[in-house]
């Protein structure tokens, strides 16, 4: 009885251990990325900082988003640009924000912020109860339905996107751009896209895009850097920008070209494994502490056949407390 129970807890832990790989099976193929993706190239050799997209955000999601008049925050209307000021943070008020860098020689520069909807997205992987996930068409969605409110996700992200409502204490949700995957769907181009009137933003198949990027850098090389931001960075992003300037000076960190949920996956895998093996041995030793304690139960009724005087009601508690002594040993 006691080798079935242990044989039945050890199979429980490496049954436990096997899901965790499976687990992991599952969050890799979430990463593999999608070739046909859509996306978004943001050009801020073009972009003039006139916050339309910012205003165009709020209009497509303001079933989500508050007016800025509704702001919890002071904030000011779209067509004021002395926000530009100081460099802001997309929040649970906003999905994307436009920051000025005054860069050294040249006129401002402008940069539209908001999640790069990554091919590999480090938030996805990291999000145990995929509430974050990546669609076939390029957008990483969340389902606040599933989130369970860990915040995983903005530690995950190597752009430090997700935005949460620590405000509000009885539903707090996890903020970030959905790529407008309800108007993409519709066949329409993104809210920010739409009413963008530089043209400083373009919508398109990811491949595509990165054409059209790497013909502008090399029919103007005197206009841009030499690097499309988001080809390779982080396993590759669906928003990719161009620069006059090193992107790292726009605040784009260097994040490498390794997606974050591969360097990670090994030490996901690994705690996986250690909760399976540590399962295993707490049913072990669980297993052979009741065998003990059979043993001491087994031993109190020889004892107490062999000597009926010790069987009587009035010395129940001391037998039992040197039969506890015993099965301690
Ligand atoms: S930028 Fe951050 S939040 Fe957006 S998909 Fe990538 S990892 Fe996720
Ligand atoms: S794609 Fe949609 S949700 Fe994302 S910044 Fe543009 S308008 Fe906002
Ligand atoms: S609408 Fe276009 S030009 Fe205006 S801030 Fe946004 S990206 Fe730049």
């Known amino acids: ?90 929040d649970f008020q906003r999905f994307t924000v436009v920051n000025r860098y005054a860069v050294e020689g040249r006129y401002p520069v402008h940069r539209k912020f908001q999640c790069n909807h990554c091919m590999e997205p480090a938030c996805a992987s990291a999000c145990f109860v995929k509430a974050l996930y990546k669609t076939p068409e390029g957008p990483v969605l969340y389902r606040s339905e599933l989130c369970v409110g860990c915040r995983y996700c903005m530690v995950a992200c190597p752009f430090f996107v997700p935005a949460y409502d620590y405000d509000n204490a009885w539903n707090p949700l996890v903020y970030k751009c959905t790529m407008c995957a309800p108007r993409i769907a519709s066949g329409q181009v993104p809210g920010c896209v739409s009413r963008c009137p530089e043209k400083a933003l373009i919508f398109g198949k990811r491949s595509e895009l990165i054409k059209i990027a ?60 250690a909760a399976g093996i540590l399962s295993v041995l707490l049913g ?21 056949e062999s000597d009926p ?17 015993e099965g301690g040993q």
């Open 1 to 90: 009885m006691n080798r079935r129970k242990f044989l039945s807890l050890a199979s429980a832990g490496i049954a436990a251990a096997a899901s965790s790989v499976n687990v992991r099976a599952a969050s890799a193929d979430v990463a593999e990325g999608r070739p046909e993706a859509v996306g978004v190239l943001h050009d801020s050799t073009l972009c003039i900082g006139c916050r339309s997209c910012e205003a165009a955000c709020q209009s497509v999601n303001s079933s989500i988003l508050p007016r800025p008049e509704n702001y919890r925050t002071p904030e000011k209307p779209f067509y004021d640009r002395s926000v530009l000021a100081v460099k802001r943070q997309t």
């Open 284 to 304: 072990a030793a669980c297993a052979v502490s009741r065998r003990r304690v059979n043993n001491a139960d087994d031993s109190r009724a020889e004892g107490a």
């Open 309 to 325: 005087a010790r069987g009587s009601g009035g010395d129940t508690h001391n037998e039992a407390s040197e039969g506890n002594k």
């Open 214 to 273: 790497q013909a502008r850098i090399m029919e103007s090389p005197e206009k841009y850097v030499k690097h499309v931001y988001g080809e390779h960075e982080a396993g590759g992003t669906c928003w990719l920008y161009l620069s006059p300037v090193p992107h790292k000076l726009l605040d784009q960190p260097e994040v490498g070209d390794v997606p974050p949920s591969r360097l990670t996956s090994g030490v996901l895998e690994a705690a996986g494994v």
